[in-house]
């Protein structure tokens, strides 16, 4: 038996990521940011959703772009720190011991200690009510190489990803399966008849 509970969001996990906007060095700022995930592959697009009041709100609308930074559990106090501090108050980057990059398309910064950071220019932004959803096309992705073998691919599970539950942080490496595991057909072995 299930007991209902009054409409509200319950789609987790969700990804627990750094989204860092601003222009030039004066204006840089990080967020974290629950409210995000792919909404296209060709081409690729995603998108975030951020309150209107927030800080970064308005530097994103400004500059047209942003880069969301993937997490890890070495990055979960600095994930935390800046979902709950204001760039108005301080240099977020400095105080959560993170370092601002260079992008290599958009006019944002990257977060260095992020494994991969997802460079977006925004297409669109649509009001929802508590927050507003900024549309964006992947334009480039940065991954650290450090994360990438000999044959070119990508070790996510290296990465130890976070994610964000409920209000409360996990890890994410541990896999259960890969794409098609449940219809992928078994190898049959034949045996030699004596």
């Given at each position: 038996m299930k007991k209902s509970f009054k409409p509200g969001t319950m789609i987790y996990p969700l990804p627990a990521v750094l989204v860092s906007c601003g222009?030039?060095?004066?204006?840089?700022?990080?967020?974290?940011?629950?409210?995000?995930?792919?909404?296209?592959?060709?081409?690729?697009?995603?998108?975030?959703?951020?309150?209107?009041?927030?800080?970064?709100?308005?530097?994103?609308?400004?500059?047209?772009?942003?880069?969301?930074?993937?997490?890890?559990?070495?990055?979960?106090?600095?994930?935390?720190?800046?979902?709950?501090?204001?760039?108005?108050?301080?240099?977020?980057?400095?105080?959560?011991?993170?370092?601002p990059g260079k992008a290599q398309v958009v006019n944002a910064p990257t977060v260095e200690e992020s494994p991969v950071s997802i460079e977006c220019r925004v297409v669109d932004i649509k009001p929802l009510g508590s927050h507003d959803m900024f549309l964006a096309e992947v334009v480039n992705v940065l991954v650290d190489d450090r994360f990438i073998d000999e044959n070119d691919k990508i070790d996510m599970a290296a990465m130890n990803l976070i994610a964000y539950t409920?209000?409360?942080?996990?890890?994410?490496?541990?896999?259960?399966?890969?794409?098609?595991?449940?219809?992928?057909?078994?190898?049959?072995?034949?045996?030699?008849?004596k």
């Open positions: 222009a030039t060095p004066d204006e840089y700022n990080v967020l974290t940011v629950a409210w995000t995930g792919t909404v296209c592959s060709n081409p690729p697009m995603c998108y975030v959703s951020i309150r209107p009041e927030r800080y970064s709100y308005d530097i994103i609308r400004r500059n047209g772009c942003f880069v969301i930074n993937l997490t890890t559990k070495v990055l979960a106090r600095a994930t935390d720190f800046c979902g709950v501090r204001s760039g108005r108050d301080m240099d977020k980057f400095r105080q959560a011991g993170l370092t409920h209000g409360e942080y996990f890890d994410v490496n541990s896999p259960t399966g890969f794409f098609g595991w449940s219809v992928r057909r078994k190898k049959v072995i034949k045996r030699e008849r």
